[in-house]
Nanobody
Framework: QVQLVESGGGLVQPGGSLRLSCAASRSNVMIKTMGWYRQAPGKQRDLVAT???????NYTDSVKDRFTISRDNAKNTVYLQMNSLKPEDTAVYYC?????????????WGQGTQVTVSS
């Protein structure tokens, strides 16, 4: 069974930066798309960014030019560099990786990491 382990959340002032990481617990797996979602209190979980194995990225409009998603295929790890953070970015951030395991492709999710942007 594969697990995703997230790190890097915390409290930051508006305008600050954070970097999130999400690593798969197994190295000998095939992984397609990786990405990040976030869920603010009382709201649904929304897509933040995705990245394909070849490096093609996609962002929700509210984070374009502020957030950068990247991946290290050798380490089965996806990152989210968040700059110019705003209070509205406050949420629990969840990573996912689409992994081939047990004969089929499925999405695995991280445990979530809290990001709070406040002065």
């Amino acid at each position: 069974q594969v697990q995703l382990v997230e790190s890097g959340g915390g409290l930051v002032q508006p305008g600050g930066s954070l970097r999130l990481s999400c690593a798969a617990s197994r190295s000998n797996v095939m992984i397609k798309t990786m990405g990040w979602y976030r869920q603010a209190p009382g709201k649904q979980r929304d897509l933040v960014a995705t990245i394909t194995p070849g490096g093609t990225t996609n962002y929700t409009d509210s984070v374009k030019d502020r957030f950068t998603i990247s991946r290290d295929n050798a380490k089965n790890t996806v990152y989210l560099q968040m700059n110019s953070l705003k209070p509205e970015d406050t949420a629990v951030y969840y990573c996912y990786q689409n992994i081939f395991q047990g004969g089929w492709w499925r999405d695995y999710w991280g445990q979530g990491t809290q990001v709070t942007v406040s002065s």
